[in-house]
């Protein structure tokens, strides 16, 4: 699996910033097999939701009609599998939580909680522009808490308004690649790569050939590409000229100077944002507004056909009858989607591959859509993790099959799910679940 990973870490542009790109290949490259030293990386995490606020099943919390979406760590374009193993957060699983809170009528305005040092190329930038066509659907901020760069500021920048934290890292508009030329390793250890091939490029920046030039040159010139949409993006987002953007020359700007310079807009923190937007926000909201983005959203992505207006007499009692089923409708829809998500959770966490591999078996089940089977595939495959003497493990070893379920045992207990999701809110710095 790490072997994989590698192939996906050199020889691919990376919006991130150069110590996590390094970090994150020195990591895959150990857990390969080779000998190298890791340099230790802090993992990301954003600031905690207040105790008020509640967890939603659709993969963010809710505080005061704010749906406060959790965006930590380095991204890529499908996780598959690999949160809980290096830190990994999906583009593909933001793109659905974002949609939901796009609909979710208990929604009022949306938070992107970041701390990011950035990621992939791939998904970034369709993230990035969903974020920007929501804008005047419902409203959306970005909170750096305490890092937003490169892919994480082209996703944050789509929001309507940025605010940053006093020591928040802002910035790193920038493109990189990193090449691993293992040739002279090969000599040293008797190896001889051979390559069969059909097509001239075909086997281009491969890590058992030194670089060539030609190569270089042609590697630079996808840079650049990425590098010109990059900045065509905060163009775009921040009103910002293209020199303004290469005059940054990919630097990071902590929170005061990354106001000056229009990369934000507010130094603040995240306590007094949640209650600023919920001030802003929750006045005035009417169910006719989430309505809206509810249409405007679903439309965009599956471009069903309306029905027709009625005319004549009994349109206003015919219209409210239609929008009292519609929300009837709704409700049990929503019902029905939270059992099978609980049934789905129950089962990942349940089954024998979780064994030993709890953690990874949590993120699985709280922060992918991941069908059950296709989890419980991926979780053995996973290496069994050291044993924890933590309580949600031996919750975990202990009870035969905990619901998911929302209610308290008897006398006002928690319930050994419920104990199950409230250590891994506390594993997390979450508060609320």
Known sequence: MYNLLIDLAFNQPHLVTADRLDALSSFLLSQAGWDIEVPDQPEPMAFAAADGAIWSDNGYWVDGGIGIIDINGTMVHKAVGMQALSGITSYDALSRKFTRAMNDPAVRAILLNMDTPGGAVNGAFDLADKIYQARGVKPVEALAADRMASAGYLIGSSAERINVTQTAQVGSIGVVMKHLDISKWNNKTGLSPTYIYAGERKVEGNMDQP??????????????????????????????????????????????????????????????????????????????????????????????????????????????????????????????ARQEERVRCNTILTSEAAEGRMTAAISLATDTEMPAEAAIAALEKMPVEAESTSRLDKLMRTEDNPSLGSDTVDGGEMSASQLILKDHAAATGRKGA
Request: glycine residues 6%.
């Open 211 to 336: 670089l060539s030039k030609e190569v270089k040159g042609r590697f630079q010139e996808k840079i650049d590409t990425i590098y010109d949409m990059f900045a065509a993006v905060e163009e775009r987002n921040r009103g910002l000229s293209r020199q303004a953007i290469i005059d940054t020359k990919a630097d990071i700007f902590l929170g005061d100077a990354s106001v000056a310079i229009d990369l934000a807009d507010d130094v603040t923190t995240g306590e007094a944002l949640i209650e600023r937007m919920k001030s802003k926000y929750s006045a005035g909201f009417s169910r006719a507004h989430s309505s809206t983005a509810m249409e405007k959203t679903t439309m965009s992505e599956t471009a069903a056909p309306q029905p027709a207006a009625e005319s004549g007499a009994g349109t206003e009692a015919a219209a409210a009858a239609e929008q009292e089923a519609a929300a009837v409708d709704t409700r049990l829809i929503e019902a029905n």
